[in-house]
């Protein structure tokens, strides 16, 4: 829970925030099959988180997209979500993007990746359209490659 010195002592030492939005709507979204008191309490947290993470990129608060998948219906294959989540924050799309491919990697020591550019690893997701005006395409990719290497074929 961010309150404004927290925000104010991550900006001036150029902390990253990883909100990882997942965790928490992963309870949120699986609601029928879980008791209502853990629902509700999911459901104040995660206004409580989205009201301070907002606060923070309105500070200028590096973002970058992570979503601690494994936790309870937190899967590694919606990654995707957590990208619709930070633009309703108010991230513009670009900046979604960029906090899950350039902005993570740079957080994580990776300068080889998330960037699209010689020299640099090719990983990469193809989607059918342009995530820049659709975010939801990242859901269904049409081809993955890690370091050139097609994944799944």
């Known amino acids: 829970m961010l309150d404004a010195q927290t925000i104010r002592v991550i900006k001036e030492n150029d902390v990253a925030l990883v909100p990882t939005f997942c965790a928490l709507h992963g309870l949120i979204d699986n609601a029928a099959v879980l008791p209502t008191d853990v629902v509700e309490r999911a459901t104040q947290a995660a206004e409580k988180h989205h009201e ?3 606060a923070a990129y309105k500070a200028g608060v590096r973002i970058a997209a992570g979503t601690d998948a494994g936790t309870p219906f937190n899967y590694h294959a919606g990654f995707a979500h957590e990208l619709r989540y930070l633009s309703e924050i108010g991230l513009t799309r670009e900046e979604a993007l960029a906090a899950a491919t350039r902005v993570a990697a740079d957080v994580i020591g990776r300068p ?3 960037r ?6 090719a990983d990469l997701v193809l989607v059918d359209g342009d995530p820049t ?8 990719p049409k081809g993955v490659w890690i370091r050139g ?3 799944g074929s």
């Open 116 to 121: 699209i550019a010689a020299g640099m690893w």
């Open 52 to 54: 301070g993470v907002r």
């Open 149 to 151: 290497a097609p994944v």
């Open 112 to 114: 080889k990746a998330g």
């Open 133 to 140: 005006r659709d975010l939801g395409l990242m859901l269904k």
